[in-house]
């Protein structure tokens, strides 16, 4: 019977890679498409340009949504599947679905004004968020001991939203570069700097409902809160567009003013409350450890805080330089995964091979601590 198990693993590895591999070819190639489109409507100059003041600014956002993590960081190649979701596939999905609504549209009324608003106004919101969200559900139901709550969801949606932003000002760039270039400094200050977090505010309502989900044990909360967060997202998304394409100036100003930097406030209100939760959760499923003696009351009370774990990795990078640094930061990423892993078993949530992860869990931490104590 061995050799079979081992067969039957190796062919499912095997057919995992295979569809992985598939999955990022269409991805790129949908993305390719999206690019080919944008360099015909703008020119070779235009796209590549628009490459530029599209993709520049990228990695400060993404930093700056990475430091949300703090407590249990999510793997790179889900934040990169998220990422290039966002920027390849979502967006060629909204730019086909928005084209034909937009078309038809036009077909009927015999409108091409009635047709633009339409798309930018219903279409645009309702095909944007739900492409953007699949990949979220996908990571809600498959991966669920990656995916703890509000902070998950968020930073996810955040990385869904860069991507789909990042290939959507290539577009709006190239355009203004078409137009003769004088609306390139606009246009890149209204849209890379005044609402760089406009795709990733309107997705992480619908992050911010799947966490919700994730976290509580009520089916009704469980059921309700995914589809209210999309559609909040749609809603959001269908303000902003409309304050532009049936308003425009003074009422687009207005409505940034009044509704999406409150909105943008209240993100980061949700955000701290999100952080303080997943510092509740260490402090819980680690006190075991701290009465145990595997931990002293200092490591203890600089695992549950965000201040006590950058102070940490400070102390470490002074101690020992990056390396220090470095294993200081895997120490916290340990604490946290050991902890988040039994709140999910708490709460019933499968996990495969429960307690030997936890055994695997507790011994990479007993090790860690014993390298990073001072002697």
Known sequence: ????????????????????????????????????????????????????????????????????????????????????????????????????????????????????????????????EGAKAFILVLFFFWKKDEFDGVIDGLVYAAMVGLGFATTENIQYYGRAVLEGGAGLTPVFIVRGMFAPFSHPLFTGLTGIGLGLARQSQNLAVKLITPVVGLIAAIFMHSIWNGSAAIFGGLVFLLTYIVIMVPAFLLMILVIFLGLRREGQVVRDYLAADFHSGLLTQQEYDQFCTVMGRLGASVSAFSRGGLGHWRSSRRLNQVASELAFHRSRVARGISTKNATLREAEYLQALREMLGRLRPN
């Open 1 to 128: 019977m061995a050799p079979t198990v081992i067969i039957r693993s190796g062919n499912t590895s095997a057919i995992r890679a295979a569809l992985a591999v598939a999955a990022v070819l269409i991805a790129l190639f949908l993305g390719l498409l999206v690019l080919l489109l944008i360099g015909t409507e703008t020119g070779p100059v235009g796209l590549i340009v628009g490459l530029l003041a599209a993709t520049i600014p990228v990695p400060l956002y993404v930093v700056l949504v990475l430091w949300i993590d703090r407590y249990e960081a999510e793997p790179l190649w889900m934040l990169v599947t998220a990422f290039l979701w966002g920027a390849l596939v979502a967006v060629f999905i909204a730019l086909l679905v928005n084209t034909a609504s937009g078309l038809t549209v036009e077909a009927l009324t015999h409108n091409a004004e009635a047709a633009e608003t339409f798309a930018a106004v219903i279409s645009a919101p309702i095909v944007e």
